[in-house]
């Protein structure tokens, strides 16, 4: 039962491509004997490569009508690749996997039971990753461990390429910078339900890695970004109205304080550089609030003019538009 329904499955297979010339053949290759008997369509996102991969990727569009591609006019990175790769996907379900022939396209199959168990997101683990450990693995662990402390959407690896999402889910998220990393937890915010399940991983054989040790820097920022983006990009005034409360409290204290030196202990206001801090304080907390009104302003225009939502509708009972 459970292969007949992923048999009737839909879907688009999103590769971002940058300097992949060697692996572009195998993989569609492989992309297409592991999607037997499946409707799907494979999408190549051509980064900016200048070393042949377009070529390589009009070869293999030219004998296989399910192949579909862009070729970008700069190096635009790997979240605009993959954007622009989930604009044209067409089908009822997002497969993204990377084009370094690391993913085992045979997984998606494998993975793709899962949401028939009601899940929106399956997320690969390379619980056997094939990569060096100081310079891939450990960032890459330590970079996991921070991502799920602070957005509470744990995974053991957010970095696996190798993801199934819900078309509808998706193409609602607004990808931007280098957020594509966080796209679990960007889709958790939203309501999606999430599984991670190993998947095979295997070493590098043709082309190099793009990211390094420095990557890892980047996604302290990064994270912080998604926190807001998640949690308050619907309720701006919730962050910025705590911290302007807070500067408050803490100016109205200081304030007292030095009031009371000055009626007990005798001691002058210029002689006491707290009131200056508790000036300053309250200062703060005004200019932050008002940045609070304005974000909530910003927000609501944001989502009465784009029309995306801040929910995902998980199923509908006699609720469809007549």
């Known amino acids: 039962m459970r292969k007949g329904k992923t048999m009737n499955k839909s879907v688009s297979v999103v590769i971002p491509v940058y300097e992949e ?170 309501g999606g339900r999430i599984k991670e399940l190993p998947v095979n991983h295997r070493p590098r054989l043709n082309g190099s890695s793009k990211y390094g040790i420095g990557r890892t820097f980047k996604v302290i920022l990064d994270v912080l970004t998604v926190k807001f983006m998640g949690e308050f990009i619907g309720k701006p005034i919730y962050f910025f109205g705590g911290i302007s409360l807070s500067l408050g409290a803490i100016s109205v204290a200081l304030a007292l304080i030095t009031l009371y030196n000055k009626l007990y202990n005798h001691i002058f206001v210029k002689d006491q550089p707290l009131f200056l801090v508790a000036i300053f304080m309250a200062l703060a907390g005004i200019q932050i609030g008002m940045i609070g009104i304005l974000s909530e302003i910003m927000a609501r225009i944001y989502y009465s003019s784009s029309g995306k939502s801040r929910f995902l509708i998980r199923e509908k009972l006699n609720a469809d538009e007549k």
């Open 21 to 190: 010339s060697g692996n572009i053949a195998p993989l569609h290759s492989e992309i297409k004997s592991a999607l037997e008997g499946l409707d799907f369509e494979i999408i190549f996102i051509d980064d900016g490569s200048s070393d042949g991969s377009w070529e390589e990727i009009k070869k293999a569009a030219a004998g296989d009508p399910s192949v579909r591609a862009l070729r970008f006019s700069r190096n635009s990175g790997q979240t605009a690749a993959l954007k622009a790769g989930i604009d044209l996907a067409g089908k009822e379900y997002i497969v993204t996997l990377d084009g370094d022939l690391q993913n085992d396209p045979a997984d998606i199959k494998k993975l793709l039971p899962a949401v028939d168990e009601g899940y929106e997101l399956v997320s690969g683990w390379r619980k056997d990753r094939k990569d060096a450990f100081f310079t891939r693995i450990l960032p890459s662990r330590i970079a996991n461990f921070f991502i799920s402390l602070v957005t509470g959407v744990k995974l053991h690896d957010y970095g696996c390429s190798l993801k199934i999402y819900r078309a509808d889910l998706l193409k609602e998220i607004e990808l931007v910078g280098e957020m594509h990393r966080f796209l679990p937890a960007l889709a958790g915010y939203r």
